[in-house]
């Protein structure tokens, strides 16, 4: 695994071997820092999936903690349409730990990901670690 990027508060590996683009919050972050980190990730995404099909995208959200109204309202209207139809992300994983409020947003989530964008078959999972996300890629590579 190589780290791609790495800023004060989000680091990005690309695990060439699995096929995880893999990134990490390692503090809070909120507005400008959290949307360009993640349109950082994007960019590597959309760059990667070039020479790498089936390319999967790990997102570990455990020291996110919960965001602000504007930042979650940016998911919503932008984010997602840039993440599931734009970059055209199939496999998309969230590890959230074990915080039960973390858990409810990642569920309501994936309901309406997985209904606002049926038609393009993504396939979005939760964990509470690392290992069993790579464990579900694995599975996916083998199915795919």
């Not at 096929?19 to 760059?47: E, M, P, Q, S």
């Not at 390319?55 to 979650?72: E, F, I, Y």
């Amino acid at each position: 695994m190589k780290t791609v990027f790495e800023e004060d508060y989000l680091i990005c590996h690309f695990d060439e071997e699995s096929k995880v683009l893999h990134h990490i919050w390692k503090d809070k972050a909120k507005g400008d820092n959290f949307r360009k980190g993640l349109l950082k990730v994007y960019d590597t995404y959309i760059a990667l999936k070039k020479d790498h099909p089936g390319l999967h995208w790990l997102a570990d959200t455990r020291k996110l903690s919960v965001l602000p109204l504007a930042d979650q309202q940016w998911l919503d209207d932008t984010w997602n349409e840039l993440l599931f139809v734009q970059a055209g992300v199939k496999t998309h994983a969230v590890i959230i730990g074990d915080d039960a409020f973390a858990k409810y947003a990642m569920e309501k989530f994936k309901n309406t990901m997985n209904k606002r964008y049926a038609s393009q078959q993504i396939k979005l999972e939760t964990f509470v670690d690392e290992r069993e996300a790579y464990d579900w890629f694995k599975k996916l590579n083998r199915e795919g």
